[in-house]
Each structure stands twice: as C-alpha cells, then as structure tokens.
C-alpha cells in the first residue's frame, strides 16, 4: 500500500541540529511533491517547506529558509527534512506528506506517522 | 502569504447531527485557467497525522464516507458532515495549495454533544 515511514523520535541540544527521512513505497515517488509540515503540542499544523520530487526544486517558509534544507533521493525513494540551529520553539512533531504532482500538486494524500523532535539542554 | 481562517474554533453536534466548518481566504485560491480550487480538507484525530477528506475543494478523496462533503469557490469554502458519527470527532483543518507557503486554517475541533 501507499505509505510514507519517518524515522524515529529525536531529542537534540539547542544549537544543533537534525535531520529526519521519510521514506516512500507503494506510489510513483518521482512523480510526487512532498511538504513538511510541524505540530507542536495543541497547536495547529505548520507549513514549513516542499520539495517536487522530480526536479528537486524546493520552496521554504520564511521562518526556517535560513536553517531549513530539504532533499530527496530517487534511488531510496526517500525525503529529507534537516533543521539547523535549533531551540526550543522547534520542538514539535515533524510530518511529511506526499501528494501526486504534474504540474501542479493536487493536495496531500499520504502522511508519514509523525517524528517528534525535542531540543532541550 | 494566503491567511486561512477557520470558523468556529470548535463546535458540539448531537450524534446524527449536520456539522458545518467554514474556512476563508485572504486571497482567491481559484486558478481561473482549470476553474480549480487549491482548496483541501483535513482530519486529523488525536496522536495521528492528518488524513486528506476532500480536495479541489470539493472533490472527496477515495474511501472518504459520503457524509463529508467540500463545497465554496474563491475566498470561501464549507466543510459538511451531514450526519454526524462518534469516530468523525477529531480537529479538521483547510489547507490552501495554490501558493506557496502553503498554508493552514487554525482548525475546528468537532465534539459530541
């Protein structure tokens, strides 16, 4: 079946940095957008960036563009979101989501299961 | 950036009951080229990742019961859910994706009354 699989829960020092994948299986991942999206705890959801698989081109929040890198790999079929100098407002739950795109991407139609990231000292 | 507003913050409906959510944009999310709507609903039910109901506003996504329905165009969009069922509580949010940054409404949490 179609389905997107984070990696595991992260607890990082303030300043540091992390990097969660999310690996795709059972959908053409060449041929989909993937957006990142954070929660934190009661919040609403966040949008923080997206990658067309295909091309590689990414966009990125205000907020992050500075300390945000997303990538992909055809050959794993895997994203990558990589957050940088980190504090304690970026502790949140990471998901990605992947939807079909030709042209434009038609929403999101496959979530990743959530990687929680904590920075704390 | 497009601002996405939800309204209510939260409602409570009786088991069988109509719910309506209400989302507006700060900008038309109508691409006048295809006349699509950039417009999806999301459900999201405590410790789970969302899960797409409805996109180009209207269109239900496969497997979605058809008590859900999206309707609106432009700046204004409706989430339904016609007869309100125990596992429909959770909070639902709109997601515009005709412009970067894609942005969220601040969600509506449904409750059994």
């Known amino acids: 079946q179609m389905q997107l699989v984070q990696s595991g829960s992260e607890v990082k020092k303030p300043g540091t940095s992390v990097k969660v994948s999310c690996k795709a299986s059972?959908?053409?991942?060449?041929?989909?957008?993937v957006q990142w999206v954070r929660q934190a705890r009661g919040q609403r959801l966040d949008w923080i960036g997206w990658?067309?698989?295909?091309?590689?081109?990414?966009e990125y929040a205000q907020k992050v563009q500075e300390r945000l890198t997303i990538r992909r790999d055809m050959s794993t079929s895997t994203a990558y979101m990589e957050l940088s100098s980190l504090s304690s407002e970026d502790t949140a739950m990471y998901y990605c989501?992947?939807?079909?795109?030709?042209?434009?991407?038609?929403?999101?139609?496959?979530w990743g299961q959530g990687t929680m990231v904590t920075v704390s000292s | 950036d497009i601002v996405m507003t939800q309204s209510p913050d939260s409602l409570a409906v009786s088991l069988g009951e109509r719910a309506t959510i209400n989302c507006k944009s700060s900008q038309s999310v109508l691409l006048s080229s295809n006349n699509k709507n950039y417009l999806a609903w999301y459900q999201q039910k405590p410790g789970q990742p969302p899960e797409l109901l409805i996109y180009w506003a209207s269109t239900r996504e496969s497997g979605v019961p058809d008590r859900f329905s999206g309707s609106g165009s432009g700046t204004d969009f409706t989430l339904t859910i016609s007869s309100l069922q125990a596992e429909d509580v959770a909070v639902y949010y709109c997601?515009?994706?005709?412009?970067?940054?894609?942005?969220f409404g601040g969600g509506t949490k449904v409750e059994i009354k």
């Open positions: 990658i067309v698989v295909g091309s590689g081109y990414t």
């Open positions: 997601q515009q994706y005709y412009r970067t940054p894609l942005t």
């Open positions: 059972g959908f053409t991942f060449s041929s989909s957008a």
């Open positions: 989501a992947a939807g079909p795109f030709n042209g434009g991407v038609r929403a999101f139609d496959i």
